[in-house]
């Protein structure tokens, strides 16, 4: 598995993706980070082995703390793998834009699809 891989497989988890938005507000135990998921330690141990594993975290140890650390490094890797697709889309969608630009100014008095203009009853349509 490629580091790219790791990383997608480890971003695709709701629980690993909110450990990594908490670190990206700084350093913390792994106490700290456990805190907010209704599971054990153990569950949330592997959860950062996981993320460790992608390189997305950093885990070190000093004397009984052991601050875990967001990787920058393995996000950039994705972000610069994303970079391609989002201008792709980016593209796509201004084109599209542009297109509809220009079928609305060619009929700029047409009723939307799917709309019919109201038309009022005559006294012979009431009586049916």
């Known amino acids: 598995m ?3 891989d790791a990383a997608f497989s480890a971003l695709a988890d709701p629980t690993r993706r909110a450990i990594l938005a908490r670190l990206a507000l700084g350093e913390t135990s792994v106490m700290e980070l456990a805190r907010p998921f209704a599971m054990s330690l153990p569950a949330v141990s592997k959860h950062l082995k ?3 594993h992608a390189g997305l975290i950093a885990r070190s140890r000093e004397a009984q703390w ?3 650390r967001i990787e ?3 996000l950039k890797e994705v972000d610069d793998w994303l ?3 989002r201008r792709f889309y980016d593209e796509s969608f ?8 220009k079928l609305q100014a060619k009929e700029p008095n047409k009723e939307p699809k ?4 109201k038309v009022k009853s005559t006294a012979h349509d009431r009586k049916k």
Request: charged share 35%.
């Open 2 to 4: 490629t580091t790219l």
């Open 50 to 52: 996981v993320l460790e």
């Open 66 to 68: 052991r601050p875990c």
């Open 72 to 74: 920058p490094r393995a």
């Open 83 to 85: 970079e391609h697709y």
């Open 94 to 101: 201004d084109r599209l834009g542009d297109y509809l630009k």
């Open 114 to 117: 799917g709309k019919t203009p």
